[in-house]
């Protein structure tokens, strides 16, 4: 393999990186994992996706302040070693590393359900592999190839989301597939209220709905490989945010007004149900495609984000030096070559687990993702304090309602965490995240990385 030394390539456009965002955050966590939200909290669960949305966008204008003052492929994990010290940027860029792979392991689980729609007798875990390798093997093309990639696979998704969107308002307003009657909104609240399982059923909802969100802070990852990062990071941070919360809230609202949420589930997708409306005989057939191209371009962009942060850590000296090493195109195959390797590991699950894996890995990943979130909030305050008022008179793209909206959703992700704890479904993730920080804490001492850490900052 042809290596060397260099930086990444920055071969990523600003309509690459808007997508790839999008792309990753819209997976298993709309068209899968939304379906277990709505059995805790009924219609209370788009309440649910706007305070998590909420707390979404203060961290995303945090790790854009920083983004755009600093723009490096390892971002956070970077930031975190900048401005909190060695040992948190080791912390943060492997539990990054781990947390992706978890989430790749949802996503290719998902794949596998999905495929069993159309072949009911084959096993779940031929088809997680098969996806792996498939989305192994486009990550080590170059970086605007993987791009241009993700770009068409989200595409698909957000057509079709806003396709459904567009329809069931059809069906709402105008009654477009039910004989001209206005189906109206009543569904929100005509089964035992907007909150029919009341506050507790929204709290347990939210680490569903965070998990949901996870992936948008992909974007500062793309920092380092963007053509022109002091316009596309903050252009991507606005839209992809609003983006967002319109699929997720505007689709779930559809999809909650059309049907009784305490039937969902139960009669096949909703997503399915009302093309069917519409006449479309192949609803099932597309939307079952257009699931698979979700999960699918979820676990691309996991796939990218893993193999950045290990050349981030082998930059650091913080993981084995040949991580740093890139192809001739500017890819760091080293790095998603063992990535891929690692993920081997969700296919023996779904092999020994496949009905559980969804469950564990989604919880699991949302304790990854709220420590990176907290560490993303934490080392901006940091770096908001080294700042000179000259400097922060000059910041580029600046985090509106500064420290206040920080101290906000830092308590908000705290609040996920105690809810995490006292719901035993979730509970394997205090577990089995702790469990992993104290073991790279270990292996952080026992292999002297804290040394080398040490000499380069005294050096």
Not at 240 to 253: C, S
Request: some cysteine; glycine content about 10%.
């Amino acid at each position: 393999m042809q290596t060397n030394q260099q930086q990444l390539q920055r071969g990523l456009s600003e309509r690459h990186i808007r997508l790839m965002a999008l792309g990753a955050a819209i997976g298993v966590g709309l068209f899968l994992g939304s379906a277990n939200a709505i059995k805790l909290a009924g219609p209370g669960i788009l309440l649910a996706y706007l305070l998590g949305g909420a707390a979404i966008f203060i961290i995303m204008r945090a790790l854009g302040e920083m983004a755009v003052h600093n723009p490096v492929a390892g971002s956070f994990s970077r930031y975190a070693r900048d401005y909190l010290g060695p040992l948190s940027g080791y912390l943060t860029g492997w539990n990054y590393w781990f947390l992706w792979l978890v989430t790749c392991v949802a996503e290719i689980t998902a794949v596998g359900i999905y495929m069993q729609m159309w072949f009911p007798d084959s096993p779940q875990w031929a088809w997680a592999l098969a996806a792996l390798i498939a989305m192994g093997s486009v990550n080590l093309i170059t970086v605007k190839a993987y791009g241009e990639f993700e770009f068409w696979f989200a595409m698909i998704k957000v057509v079709t989301i806003v396709v459904m969107i567009l329809a069931g308002l059809a069906m709402i307003v105008f009654g477009f597939g039910n004989n001209g009657v206005a189906i109206g909104i009543s569904n929100l609240w005509a089964h035992g209220g907007f909150f029919p399982n009341g506050a507790q059923g929204v709290l347990m909802s939210l680490q569903m709905v965070m998990f949901a969100y996870l992936g948008v802070e992909m974007i500062g990852l793309t920092a380092g490989e963007a053509a022109n990062p002091a316009k596309s990071i903050p252009d991507a941070i606005n839209s992809v945010f609003w983006r967002i919360v319109i699929f997720y809230v505007g689709a779930l609202f559809v999809i909650l007004s059309l049907y009784p949420w305490n039937e969902l589930g139960t009669t096949g997708s909703p997503f399915v149900m009302t093309f069917e409306r519409l006449g479309i005989r192949e609803a099932a057939g597309i939307i079952n495609f257009v699931v698979l191209t979700a999960a699918l371009s979820s676990c691309n962009g996991g796939i990218f984000s893993t193999g950045r942060m290990l050349y981030n850590l082998a930059q650091q000296k913080q993981a084995p030096a040949f991580f740093a090493n890139t192809s001739a195109g500017g890819v760091p195959r080293a790095a998603v070559l063992v990535s891929v390797v690692a993920l081997l590991a969700g296919v023996v699950l779904n092999y020994v687990a496949p009905k559980e894996v969804f469950v564990w890995v989604t919880s699991i990943a949302t304790f990854g993702a709220i420590w990176t979130w907290g560490v993303i909030l934490v080392s901006h305050m940091k770096f908001r304090q080294r700042l000179s008022a000259q400097d922060k008179a000059a910041l580029a793209f600046r985090m509106p309602m500064y420290p206040v909206a920080s101290w906000i959703a830092l308590a908000f992700l705290v609040l996920v965490i105690g809810l995490m704890a006292y719901f035993p479904d979730t509970r394997v993730a205090l577990y089995v995240g702790p469990a992993f920080l104290i073991l790279l804490v270990v292996l952080y001492f026992a292999t002297g990385i804290n040394k080398r850490d040490g000499a380069a900052a005294s050096a």
